[in-house]
């Protein structure tokens, strides 16, 4: 069985401080692996996945994730966070057909 | 550029009621899928439509039924409703073929069923 862990329920973050909201997953087989950002009373909007090659993934707004296979981590960073980056953030696998698990979200709040 | 799209956005349902959530999506994909979204549970896949015709159970199945009505639409039912579907439902969708597709999704649905 896959499965993905979020293992903070909320980050703090000053503005212009660096962000990591972290994830780690279980699957047998190469994982394919996402992140997606959620605004309030929105739907979710796809940041970055890895597939294969490069470990570090550049994606949307400025985030990038690194790809860790003995940790089995995914973990998204950003090198200066903004207020706007104050949202819900989730990590989620495909292994087995094109079917997402997601891990049960992070919310990140970016203070002035 | 639409995307995917769902209706209602908000509902307010009686226990017992019975309705149907409809999606579309104008980008030509294959795979469609319905989410539920509770608070510290992430999103759990409910149903799922790999293509035209197919439809299969995701991991949380009960209480629902699904059609996909042609390769644009995916509509969710719930034929009795109860409290314990009051969630937010996703629809999404994948494009063409192979793995490790994007999936976009929809705004989403807010259901309470009291």
Known sequence: AQSVAQPEDQVNVAEGNPLTVKCTYSVSGNPYLFWYVQYPNRGLQFLLKYITGD???????????EFNKSQTSFHLKKPSALVSDSA?????????????????GTRVLVKP | ???????PKFQVLKTGQSMTLQCAQDMNH???????QDPGMGLRLIYYSA??????????????????????????????????????????????????????FGEGSWLTVV
């Not at chain 1, 819900?88 to 049960?104: E, I, P, S």
């Not at chain 2, 550029?1 to 209706?7: C, F, K, Y």
């Not at chain 2, 294959?30 to 539920?36: A, E, H, T």
């Open chain 2, 1 to 7: 550029n639409a995307g995917v799209t769902q209706t």
């Open chain 1, 55 to 65: 470990n570090l993934v550049k994606g949307s707004y400025g985030f990038e994730a």
């Open chain 2, 51 to 104: 293509s035209e015709g197919t439809t299969d159970k995701g991991e949380v199945p009960n209480g629902y039924n699904v059609s996909r009505l042609n390769k644009r639409e995916f509509s969710l039912r719930l034929e009795s409703a109860a409290p314990s579907q009051t969630s937010v439902y996703f629809c999404a969708s994948s494009g063409l073929t192979g793995s490790g597709n994007t999936i976009y």
């Open chain 2, 30 to 36: 294959n795979s469609m899928y319905w989410y539920r």
């Open chain 1, 88 to 104: 819900l953030y989730f990590c989620a696998l495909m292994a087995a057909g094109n079917k997402l698990t997601f891990g049960g």
